[in-house]
């Protein structure tokens, strides 16, 4: 066990975490950037005393469960997770409990600054955890009212579906998603549920499931016949946000087409949304977000 490295690597991360970004007051003065320890301690259901002493190095050899705890505190990457263990003498970090549900500051902010662009942020489980007002006015707009998980909507018909042509291709992309979902966070109860809802609801499902689908993420062309702006040829293209697992699905049309004059025009009705929140807690301007 790296003591020394391990209290280093703890102070760092927590005087880089803002807490706002945490919900938690910000007209507190407070000494140092960053939390308290007292705060990292509460997060992390630990004692404020045990954590000192991991920051002073004089900590005993975190347990994992110690370790997963300080790793969600302290809201770290997939790689910091396993410095962590690695810093503790932990060589083999268990797998992550389950898919990251929150979406971050600067992601939620760029869908702010796509205004004539459909924007969603995907979890790994097919929640949408974001989304712009051009997106819901494209997806309907009863999404964020219980029905934003797009394996839902595929497979069960849980929210506002309309016609395209890319569907059949999107349900083997779905299934592909939450395999490898599966497989990264098999003690994940929310994803559990989900996969046992589909399988007893979707007989589509459960055969898709048997053939094991790979995909990559990448670019799609689809048409979207959508009741007010009519038929639309749109073009959907992902940016991964790897150290969430979470994918960023950008909705456009092609210059100058007929698609994009309608999206501009729904883009022009659709305005800000009345309010939003950031990981069940921080206003973002401008977007959306939500759980599964």
Same mark, same amino acid.
């Given at each position: ?201 979707? /007989? ?5 499931? /048997? ?82």
């Amino acid at each position: 066990m790296a003591r020394q490295e391990l209290a280093r690597f703890l102070r760092e991360r927590r005087a880089a975490l803002r807490p706002r970004e945490l919900g938690m007051p910000t007209g507190v003065p407070r000494r140092t950037p960053g939390l308290r320890r007292e705060e990292v301690a509460e997060l992390a259901h630990i004692s404020v005393d045990y954590y000192v002493r991991l920051e002073q190095a004089r900590g005993p050899r975190p347990s994992p469960r110690v370790l997963d705890a300080l790793a969600q505190a302290l809201r770290l990457t997939p790689a910091e997770r396993s410095h962590l263990f690695r810093l503790a003498g932990t060589s083999a970090p268990p797998p992550a409990t389950g898919a990251v549900r929150r979406v971050r500051p600067h992601v939620a902010r760029m869908l702010r600054r796509l205004p004539e662009t459909g924007a969603i942020v995907t979890d790994a489980a097919y929640g949408i955890v974001a989304w712009n007002p051009l997106a819901q006015a494209l997806l309907g707009g009863d999404l964020g009212r219980g029905t934003t998980n797009l394996a839902r909507r595929r497979f069960l018909g849980a929210g506002r579906m309309y016609e395209s042509s890319g569907a059949e291709e999107f349900g083997h992309i779905v299934v592909a998603r939450l395999r490898r979902a599966a497989d990264r966070y098999p003690h994940d109860a929310r994803l559990a549920a989900l996969l046992a809802e589909l399988r007893a609801g979707s /007989e589509e499902f459960r055969l898709l499931w /048997e053939t094991r689908p790979v995909h990559a993420p990448g670019h799609r062309a689809k048409t979207l016949a959508h009741p007010t702006a009519g038929e639309l040829r749109l073009n959907c293209d992902v940016l991964l946000v790897p150290e969430d697992d979470q994918e960023v699905v950008l909705i456009t049309a092609d210059p100058g087409s007929s698609s994009a004059r309608a999206l501009r025009g729904l883009a022009a009705t659709a305005g800000p949304p009345t309010g939003s929140r950031y990981g069940g807690r921080q206003p973002v301007p401008q977007c959306r977000t939500g759980g599964q």
